[in-house]
């Protein structure tokens, strides 16, 4: 069932209709794994394959309470912002959800690789962990809506930062996040790693509220 608008002065009205809410519809939970493997395909893909099992991955660890989505007037997902808190994360498992879906020596050293892309969450601190639209509902100011909603939530839950790391590959999440007052910190080199994880660098950014 489709829950209550996250906040009705955020959900403006448009070609699409498109409404904010908390979470994501259980129905729409392959959607939410598949709009998230198509952001992050470029950096996982060496890691999680094959495609069919990343999805199922994906799928099993999706969790709702950390998370904030855009839907069409029928209920389909067509945007997501995950995030991340001391007391979990939109995508997060555990080794046991990997070995589930790719085996016990599969699940563990792909637990091993993708240990290095963890991100510890300091008090205080919002960590996002992506913004994802769905191509066909690109250009009509979701996922800046959807950055606005994830401070708003950082506020209600009490922290006053918000954080998130920007890879060298995507200059156009850089553009947003700057546009939207975030400000560049520290830049991090993945060195012979980023021939595992298609890119070089990734770039800390914060914003204040």
């Avoid at 855009?70 to 007391?87: H, I, M, N, Q």
């Avoid at 209600?156 to 060298?168: A, K, S």
């Avoid at 790693?193 to 950014?205: D, K, S, V």
Wanted: contains cysteine; hydrophobic residues 40%.
């Amino acid at each position: 069932m489709t829950q209550p608008p996250l906040d009705r002065s955020l959900s403006t009205r448009g070609p699409r209709d498109v409404t904010l809410h908390p979470g994501f519809p259980e129905d729409q939970r392959d959607q939410a794994a598949i709009l998230f493997w198509q952001a992050f395909h470029g950096k996982l893909h060496r890691i999680l394959t094959p495609e069919e099992k990343a999805l199922g991955f994906l799928r099993r660890v999706a969790d709702p309470t950390f998370a904030i989505s855009a839907l069409s007037p029928e209920g389909r997902l067509l945007g997501v912002a995950g995030f991340k808190t001391a007391g979990g994360g939109f995508m997060g498992g555990e080794l046991s959800d990997l070995q589930a879906v790719f085996g016990r020596f599969g699940g563990l050293w792909r637990g091993i690789a993708l240990s290095v892309l963890e991100r510890p969450v300091a008090p205080g601190i919002l960590l996002m962990d992506g913004i994802m639209v769905d191509p066909v509902a690109r250009g009509q100011g979701i996922g800046q809506r959807l950055l606005t909603a994830i401070k708003a939530r950082a506020g209600d839950l009490g922290c006053n930062r918000v954080r998130l790391d920007v890879i060298d590959t995507n200059p156009r999440a850089r553009a947003l996040y700057t546009r939207e007052g975030f400000v560049a910190g520290e830049t991090a080199h993945l060195g012979p790693l980023r021939y595992i994880f298609g890119f070089r660098a990734a770039t800390t950014m914060t914003y204040t509220l």
